[in-house]
Every structure is written in C-alpha cells, then in structure tokens.
Nanobody, 122 residues
C-alpha cells in the first residue's frame, strides 16, 4: 500500500514557475515508477510526465517537454515536478500516481494522490 500526498500548487502568473512535491508513505516507494497527471475543468485526465523507479528514465507529454522536469528522491520518498514557463493552459488539478511500471496510461497506475490545484493567470 502506498499513500501519496501532493503539495506545492497555487496561483502563478504566466511565465512563472512552481514546484510540486508528492510525498509517499511506505517502504516500497523506490520500487514504483511515478507519474504526474493533470485534469482541467471539463477535460479528461491527461498524462504529464513519468519517471522510472531508479530515476534513470523520464517521459514527458509534448505539451510540457522542455518546460517541466520530473525528479525523485528515494531516500525522502518524494517525487517532484518542476514547472517553468507556465502557461494558462497548464491550469489544472495535478495528481501524482504510482505504478509498478513506467507508463503514460492512467489505468496502469495503482495509487493516486488527492491532487493539488495549479492556476496560471494570463
């Protein structure tokens, strides 16, 4: 069992930055690949980025490539999402999730956090 708690969301102007954190409970965090997804009002949840259990492999949606960076610290049971050059279209609730294998598909993830709101004003 893995419990995930996101933090770091908020209101930022376009062009600004935010860093999201996802703290995991349980001793098996380092065994899981981690992903970030987001859901905007009236839209389906979409893949943002994922990182392998070791941190050696990362994957990004085209819409965030070059602006967002995922990283993890297995000693701290935490995964991070550094978001730079934010745009109004990045506004969404951001969720972290854990899966046995790295994937861009939400249905492959077994555990989810409660989400944190990110709002980017123009």
């Amino acid at each position: 069992q893995v419990q995930l708690v996101e933090s770091g969301g908020g209101l930022v102007q376009a062009g600004g930055s935010l860093r999201l954190s996802c703290a995991a409970s349980g001793r098996t965090f380092s065994s899981y690949a981690m992903g970030w997804f987001r859901q905007a009002p009236g839209k389906e949840r979409e893949f943002v980025t994922a990182i392998s259990w070791s941190g050696s492999s990362t994957y990004y949606a085209d819409s965030v490539k070059g602006r967002f960076t995922i990283s993890r610290d297995n000693a701290k049971n935490t995964v991070y999402l550094q978001m730079n050059s934010l745009k109004p279209e990045d506004t969404a609730v951001y969720y972290c999730a854990a899966a046995l294998e790295t994937s861009m598909w939400a249905n492959r993830y077994d555990y989810w956090g409660q989400g944190t709101q990110v709002t980017v004003s123009s």
